[in-house]
Structure formats: C-alpha cells, structure tokens
C-alpha cells in the first residue's frame, strides 16, 4: 500500500478505453451513467472503501441515483488493482446524482462526514494507501466555499472531542471513471459484504454547514 501520492508523470498512463459496466443501479433501477434527469447535480465524495461509501447515499431521500469509480488521479480509466497500487493518485470515490430541491449538498455533506474519519490522512481505519483518503470534488466557487466552511465547522466539532485536524483534500472535480460493474451497489448484491466505514461519533449539524 501507498502512502503518498506520487507526481502526475510517475502515475501509470492507464488507457483510452473505458470500462464496460451496466447503465442500471442495482438497488433503484435508475441510469448511473450520463443523461441525467435535468435539474439534477452530481457530487463526489472520497471517504474510504466504496462499498460502505456508496451505500451511505443511496438512502437518502432526493438521491437519484449514485455509482462508485475512481477520481482525483492522473491515470486515464484505470482498474481497480492499478488504483490500489497507489500509482493513479485516484481515490474510491463515490459519485452522487441528486435532486436539489429534494436535499441539499449541505445535507450531502453532513453525511459525508458523519459517515467516515476526516482526520487520518491515508488511510480508512484498517484500510491504508491513498486511494482510501478523505476527500470532497466541487464542481463550482460555490460548492467549495460551502465544503470550506463545512471543513472549518466540523474541525473544531472533532477537536472538542479530542480528534486531530481534518485531513480532507479539497478539490475541484476532474474526471470520474466507473470502476468494475462487481464494485457498483456492491452491498446491496452481496448483503453480508465487507464495510470497513466507521465514523467518529460526532454529529454535524445541517446548520454547521449552512
């Protein structure tokens, strides 16, 4: 495992093509790949192994639909074991389509952070490299300065409570690439799958990011 990120021309380069998965959400039956309904926005997420990730939006009210691939790396469509070499620089990240006059990103991000520790760096509880980091993609100034002041709330939440700071990389979105079609809905087809998502216990309130 990786613990740090290498360089863009260090990266693997990873290929033109890419992967080949199913258009239907396994749990909802919705489209997980582009059109989407309009009026609905997209958000990404990194916070740890996909599979417990994903599954913490899918059952919010107002998420349309939600897919896992990889995001926040240099490698063009990579696989799942070149993510986990640590030479993409992408994380396991969590693509969220959802309707906003149904929830908020505000709300997205409460649940993001609630769902998962922000403060260790490279790693996911027992889940270690830099594919399992924390991360937030904003699509927009405004998304940021939301996540920014989301961050900035909820760091001082978990120092009350004896955590360090929060580690989180904060971004605007690249590209997302779908990883294999096992990984999609990967709880939801296997119930009794692993979920390494644990987070700290501490509440964010929706009005902290606000």
Known sequence: MKSNIFHSDQNL??????????????????????????????????????WGAERCFWKLGGVISTAVGYAGGSTKNPTYHEVCSGMTGHTEAVLVIYD????????LLMVFLESHNPTQGMRQGNDVGTQYRSAIYTRNDAETKIAKAALSHYEVLLQKSGYGAITT???????????????????AKNPGGYCGLGGTGVKCPESEVA
């Open 13 to 50: 380069p990873g290929r033109d093509e890419p992967i080949v998965i199913s258009d239907r959400h396994f749990v909802n039956g919705a489209s997980i790949t582009p059109p989407f309904p309009e009026g609905s926005h997209q958000a990404i997420f990194g916070l740890g192994c996909f």
């Open 100 to 107: 906003p006059q149904h929830i908020s990103y505000q709300k």
């Open 169 to 187: 990389e904060l971004t605007t979105a690249g590209s997302f690439y779908y990883a294999e079609d096992y990984h999609q809905q990967y709880l």
